[in-house]
Nanobody, 122 residues
Framework: QVQLVESGGGLVQAGGSLRLSCAASGSILSIRSMGWYRQAPGKQRDLVATIASAGSTNYADSVKGRFNISRDNAKNTVYLQMNSLKPEDTAVYYC????????????????WGQGTLVTVSV
């Protein structure tokens, strides 16, 4: 089993910053990637940023240059530093992990966090 605990969401004014954290725990043997997705009201869930185990990153065009994803492998934790926030960044942000566990028998599993709300006011 894998548990994801997210923190760091909240209300911020446009132009401000927030830092999201997501800590993974459980019977984790190997993590292929961790990342963040977001879902605004009435819209689909979209990629924000991902980071692979070797450190390569991928960002949505809309956040490039403003957001930075990083990872602490020793703590199985992924961070999303969000700067220059805009009202259109308002969404529920979900942590995502692709992982092999003791129970998955070498198969990669995908798991999601419960989501944390980020609200950017004008």
């Amino acid at each position: 089993q894998v548990q994801l605990v997210e923190s760091g969401g909240g209300l911020v004014q446009a132009g401000g910053s927030l830092r999201l954290s997501c800590a993974a725990s459980g019977s984790i043997l190997s993590i292929r990637s961790m990342g963040w997705y977001r879902q605004a009201p009435g819209k689909q869930r979209d990629l924000v940023a991902t980071i692979a185990s070797a450190g390569s990153t991928n960002y949505a065009d809309s956040v490039k240059g403003r957001f930075n994803i990083s990872r602490d492998n020793a703590k199985n934790t992924v961070y999303l530093q969000m700067n220059s926030l805009k009202p259109e960044d308002t969404a529920v942000y979900y942590c995502n992990i692709i992982v092999i566990t003791a129970e998955s028998r070498s198969r990669y599993l995908e798991r999601w966090g419960q989501g944390t709300l980020v609200t950017v006011s004008v």
